[in-house]
């Protein structure tokens, strides 16, 4: 069955530099959740799209913004990257707002 | 704050034996819990979840227990096997019965020996 994609698996930036994750899906899955996990944490939510608008908003610095586009693929991007941003983010999918969550493998992000 | 609290962040079971692993919350709004399991270099794979109006919910080897008045769940697994060694995450969320965005506890690593 298809699984939410998550590109890139791997990224390297340095500090004030910008970074752009990229969610795809499960197909007909209509919303989108972005989670932050930092080392030896617990994934922390960060923002949410139902139907390409913003549903809900968790701990998500300014320097970040997301977008869900007409394709229900999302975009989390990154500006002013800091050291302390380096972590793995999710990104759940699922099939109605507040349905189960489906999540990616997660993009490794280091900040160099 | 932490509002949902895995206290053991380890255990380590027997082949055939019962896996138990627990989760407390702090915040009485929350009204869906779900386990997820980690396997290294993947993202969290959902297991099983329980609404606030039930008090048990079984899925093949897995049951969650919630107990509302004790704000605590848990997660039996009979018989365990080598293959359910990863890390467990309890998840709550409140949105009226659904789901909504979710707040994890930090995880137990969870150990199956042959």
């Known amino acids: 069955a298809a699984g939410v994609i998550q590109s890139p698996r791997h990224l390297i930036k340095e500090k004030r530099e910008t970074a752009t994750l990229k969610c795809y899906p499960i197909p007909r899955h209509d919303t989108v959740y972005w989670y932050q996990q930092g080392p030896g944490q617990d994934p922390q939510f960060l923002i949410s799209?139902?139907?390409?608008?913003?549903?809900d908003k968790g701990s998500i610095p300014d320097r970040f913004s997301a977008q869900q586009f007409s394709d229900y693929h999302s975009e989390l991007n990154m500006s002013s990257l800091e050291l302390g941003d380096s972590a793995l983010y999710f990104c759940?999918?699922?099939?109605?707002?507040?349905?189960?969550?489906?999540f990616g493998p997660g993009t490794r992000l280091l900040v160099l | 704050d932490q509002q949902v609290k895995q206290n053991s962040p380890s255990l380590s079971v027997q082949e055939g034996r019962i896996s138990i692993l627990n989760c407390d919350y702090t915040n009485s709004m929350f009204d869906y819990f779900l386990w997820y399991k980690k396997y290294p270099a993947e993202g969290p794979t959902f297991l099983i979840s329980i609404s606030s109006i039930k008090d048990k919910n079984e899925d093949g080897r897995f049951t969650v227990f919630l107990n509302k008045s004790a704000k605590h769940l848990s997660l039996h697994i009979v018989p365990s096997q080598p293959g359910d060694s990863a890390v467990y995450f309890c998840?709550?969320?409140?949105?009226?019965?659904?789901?909504?965005?979710?707040?994890f506890g930090k995880g137990t690593k969870l150990s199956v020996k042959p």
């Open positions: 998840a709550a969320s409140y949105h009226g019965g659904s789901q909504g965005n979710l707040i």
């Open positions: 799209f139902y139907e390409k608008m913003q549903s």
């Open positions: 759940a999918s699922s099939p109605r707002e507040f349905g189960t969550q489906y």
